[in-house]
């Protein structure tokens, strides 16, 4: 079985700050990862998802990823943070690839202090 | 390319009503899957859609049923609604999943169950 763990509901940093969100998976299988963002009364939209190649993944608006399979974890980050980035964010696992069934984590929702 | 559409983007059902969402899948896309996001959570899968047959399902009871056309969209028909069914339900559009492909997700239809 599949799952996702996001460690807090809700993380807010201020521009310009590094920014952190945690995901812990378990998969019995060696798992795609992924991570969506939602913006408010809007679909989701993938940021980076690692499928088994490099352990560091970049992905889009500067945000990347890093695969650590002794610690089961997945964690986002981005250098610096811009009020943009005030989101709801998902890590999420499936077997193949988002086209697949994806087991999403409950969210994090990001808010950013000017 | 319009990408994944879904209508209507909102909708207001009496508890014990049934409701169709529907979704047009990006151009070229075979594969349909739907998604129920309830307000402050994850978004969940419900079932997908490939050659106009069910190809997986999730933990959802059988009032919530789909239908594949040929044209590759899809319908989502849930019966006897509850209040517990208020939520954004997501149609997402791929591939075959098996290639590995991506999938992409529409906005979304806010159904509201009062």
């Known amino acids: 079985a599949q799952s996702v763990t996001q460690l807090g509901s809700h993380v807010s940093v201020s521009e310009g700050a590094l920014v952190l969100l945690r995901c812990n998976y378990s998969s019995s299988v060696p798992p795609y990862l992924f991570w969506y963002v939602q913006y408010p009364n809007q679909g989701l939209q993938l940021l980076l998802k690692y499928t088994s190649a490099a352990t560091l993944v970049k992905g889009i608006n500067g945000f990347e990823a890093e695969f650590k399979k002794s610690e089961t974890s997945f964690h986002l980050t981005k250098p610096s943070a811009h009020m943009s980035d005030a989101a709801e964010y998902f890590c999420?696992?499936?077997?193949?690839?988002?086209?697949?069934?994806?087991?999403f984590g409950s969210g994090t929702r990001l808010s950013i202090r000017p | 390319d319009a990408g994944v559409t879904q209508s209507p983007t909102h909708l207001i059902k009496t508890r014990g009503q049934q409701v169709t969402l529907r979704c047009s899948p990006k151009?070229?896309?075979?594969?349909v899957s739907w998604y129920q996001q309830a307000l402050g959570q994850g978004p969940q899968f419900i079932f997908q859609?490939?050659?106009?047959?069910?190809?997986q399902r999730g933990n959802f009871p059988d009032r919530f049923s789909g239908h594949q056309f040929p044209n590759y969209s899809s319908e989502l028909n849930v019966n006897a609604l509850w209040l517990g069914d208020s939520a954004l339900y997501l149609c997402?559009?791929?591939?075959?999943?098996?290639?590995?492909?991506?999938?992409?997700f529409g906005q979304g239809t806010r159904l509201t169950v009062v």
């Open positions: 997402a559009s791929s591939l075959d999943p098996t290639l590995g492909t991506e999938a992409f």
């Open positions: 151009s070229g896309h075979d594969t």
């Open positions: 999420a696992v499936s077997l193949y690839s988002s086209a697949s069934k994806i087991i």
């Open positions: 859609y490939y050659e106009e047959e069910e190809r």
